[in-house]
């Protein structure tokens, strides 16, 4: 869908492109909880539940800590650059969320970075569609 979308000019807008706060540390591989969502986010653990998630979100912490930015917002900087997106849907509840979407603007990946974001990334079969 996406190369259509970009060859008829439609915007393309992620949906969950933090993965349920999965991207921005809302839990841990060993299975902790560090917000009330995890806590309570069933369907995030029935969507995130491949062993190689946590590969992922752990090359986005990488990123983030050496560049001194927040996992988000390396995390939403690669969303935003990618062909056609033109705005990613965040679910903001607290003021920090949405400090940290606002700076991701500035975060500019080079090609080595969003290179090094993507190998440890595995597809997942459709989830949630039945």
Not at 63 to 90: C, F, Y
Not at 101 to 119: C, F, I, K, T
């Amino acid at each position: 869908m996406i190369p259509l979308c970009i060859d008829q000019g439609v915007g393309v807008i992620p949906w969950s492109p933090l993965a349920r706060g999965v991207l921005a540390g809302n839990r841990s591989r060993e299975g902790q909880r560090h917000t009330t969502r995890a806590g309570t986010d069933n369907f995030a653990d029935f969507l995130y539940a491949q062993a190689t998630d946590f590969d992922v979100v752990d090359r986005v912490e990488e990123i983030a800590s050496e560049r001194d930015v927040k996992p988000a917002q390396v995390a939403l900087a690669w969303v935003m650059g990618k062909p056609g997106v033109t705005a990613p849907i965040i679910g903001a509840t607290k003021l920090s969320h949405l400090e940290d979407a606002l700076g991701a603007p500035d975060v500019e990946l080079s090609p080595q970075e969003v290179e090094r974001l993507e190998e440890p990334y595995v597809p997942h079969p459709v989830l949630g569609h039945g």
